[in-house]
T-cell receptor, first 112, second 108 residues
Framework: DAGVIQSPRHEVTEMGQEVTLRCKPI?????LFWYRQTMMRGLELLIY????????DSGMPEDRFSAKMPNASFSTLKIQPSEPRDSAVYFC??????????FGPGTRLTVL | GIQVEQSPPDLILQEGANSTLRCNFS?????LQWFHQNPWGQLINLFY???GTKQNGRLSATTVATERYSLLYISSSQTTDSGVYFC??????????FGSGTKLNVKP
């Protein structure tokens, strides 16, 4: 398996634009996580899916953030409208069980 | 949420040395994990250890849930162990909070 795939790897956008980050989990993994990493706030868990269903989105910072998992092989994290404080590295991770996670390489988002 | 504190914030070791990293958490937890982020940013999940002891090669972890701390042991450190080690603790599998990490630099 190719591991967790995230796209794009880098995204630069203007404030107010819509941003969509994509994640393809490892086949057969039932759990999917989205994380955000910034210098100011460190690592944060944003949302967690189990069998494509969002279980806990209490970590999503604002209503401008939304995440979907339309099928077992694809998830998106959308920010609309984007703001400079959303600049961060966004990681996706998938898991076959509760005791391990496999991370993607991350998407570095810069909002100007 | 649960407060997670890691110590030390920075650690410099000579290759071959042993080290102990500590994670304190402010409330009882059912989820305690250790992660490693290498200097290129890649994250790896090392241990899921809400209680007890686990070992994986040169790394081992112990969590004493009743006293609200976890320890990560690195033996015979190698330069590839360099990076930041994060602890995350929380009430369950879908809710956990990260510490600010311990930055480890292993010198050859």
């Amino acid at each position: 398996d190719a591991g967790v795939i995230q796209s794009p790897r880098h995204e630069v956008t203007e404030m107010g634009q819509e941003v969509t980050l994509r994640c393809k989990p490892i086949s057969g993994h039932d759990y999917l996580f989205w994380y955000r990493q910034t210098m100011m706030r460190g690592l944060e868990l944003l949302i967690y899916f189990n069998n494509n269903v969002p279980i806990d989105d209490s970590g999503m910072p604002e209503d401008r953030f939304s995440a979907k998992m339309p099928n077992a092989s694809f998830s998106t994290l959308k920010i609309q409208p984007s703001e400079p404080r959303d600049s961060a590295v966004y990681f996706c991770a998938s898991s076959p069980s509760i005791d391990t996670q496999y991370f993607g390489p991350g998407t570095r988002l810069t909002v100007l | 949420g649960i407060q997670v504190e890691q110590s030390p914030p920075d650690l410099i070791l000579q290759e071959g040395a042993n080290s102990t990293l500590r994670c304190n958490f402010s409330d009882s937890v059912n989820n305690l994990q250790w992660f490693h982020q290498n200097p290129w940013g890649q994250l790896i999940n090392l241990f899921y250890i809400p209680s007890g002891t686990k070992q994986n090669g040169r790394l081992s972890a112990t969590t004493v849930a009743t006293e609200r701390y976890s320890l990560l042991y690195i033996s015979s450190s190698q330069t590839t162990d360099s990076g930041v080690y994060f602890c995350a603790a929380g009430p369950n599998f879908n809710k956990f909070y990260f510490g600010s990490g311990t930055k480890l630099n292993v010198k050859p």
